[in-house]
T-cell receptor
Framework: DTAVSQTPKYLVTQMGNDKSIKCEQNLGHDTMYWYKQDSKKFLKIMFSYNNKELIINETVPNRFSPKSPDKAHLNLHINSLELGDSAVYFC??????????????FGPGTRLTVL | GQQLNQSPQSMFIQEGEDVSMNCTSS?????WLWYKQDPGEGPVLLIALYKAGELTSNGRLTAQFGITRKDSFLNISASIPSDVGIYFCAGFNSGGSNYKLTFGKGTLLTVNP
């Protein structure tokens, strides 16, 4: 039933480690996104993929590498984790990016804590 | 980049009261949106506004797209405890290197029963 799912829900790890967060959507959407929500609840887009092609990269450090094996999945891999990477990461999906807005459906989030 | 100023940052109200929050931008948007985020969940779209001056309702919620295209407000009437959460405004533009949502910093709403 779940439209946009993310795993894991919680991730606690040490500085310097490499970790991945997985996202899957069963809505048949063409576009997927990753957002970061900081401790002050500010939401900011990181990446957007349309049919497995990178559309938006909001000057995110290259330690963050999104990977889209197919249009239903957009995983986020983070290398050499830093304290400042601690945040809640949201995956979202929508119909194909067009001239008008298509509703984005958000996953439940992954709370990443870097110690 | 584009920035949205959302106010108030937080509100504490009694059940049954009406609530108003607004968002202003330094630049215009083609679409204004209002989202609600419950604790431990992702944001959920409440209302989307596509035309300047548009006034749209969704149950007890009413939102308007400002004439200048640089602002929007959200009203909630007769609040109930389940209205608790963080409300975000967001603006969307398309074309060029856009096609992205820009979010306000949120309004935390607490409703006392």
């Amino acid at each position: 039933d779940t439209a946009v799912s993310q795993t894991p829900k919680y991730l606690v790890t040490q500085m310097g480690n490499d970790k991945s967060i997985k996202c899957e959507q069963n809505l048949g959407h063409d576009t997927m996104y990753w957002y970061k929500q900081d401790s002050k609840k500010f939401l900011k887009i990181m990446f957007s993929y349309n049919n497995k092609e990178l559309i938006i990269n909001e000057t995110v450090p290259n330690r963050f590498s999104p990977k889209s094996p197919d249009k239903a999945h957009l995983n986020l891999h983070i290398n050499s984790l830093e304290l400042g990477d601690s945040a809640v990461y949201f995956c979202a999906s929508s119909q194909e990016l067009l001239l008008s807005y298509n509703e984005q459906f958000f996953g439940p989030g992954t709370r990443l804590t870097v110690l | 980049g584009q920035q949205l100023n959302q106010s108030p940052q937080s509100m504490f109200i009694q059940e049954g009261e009406d609530v108003s929050m607004n968002c202003t931008s330094s630049s215009i948007f083609n679409t204004w949106l209002w989202y609600k985020q419950d604790p431990g969940e992702g944001p959920v779209l409440l209302i989307a506004l596509y035309k300047a001056g548009e006034l749209t309702s969704n149950g007890r919620l009413t939102a308007q797209f400002g004439i200048t295209r640089k602002d929007s407000f959200l009203n909630i009437s007769a609040s109930i405890p389940s209205d608790v959460g963080i409300y975000f405004c967001a603006g969307f533009n398309s074309g060029g290197s856009n096609y992205k949502l820009t979010f306000g910093k949120g309004t935390l709403l607490t409703v006392n029963p």
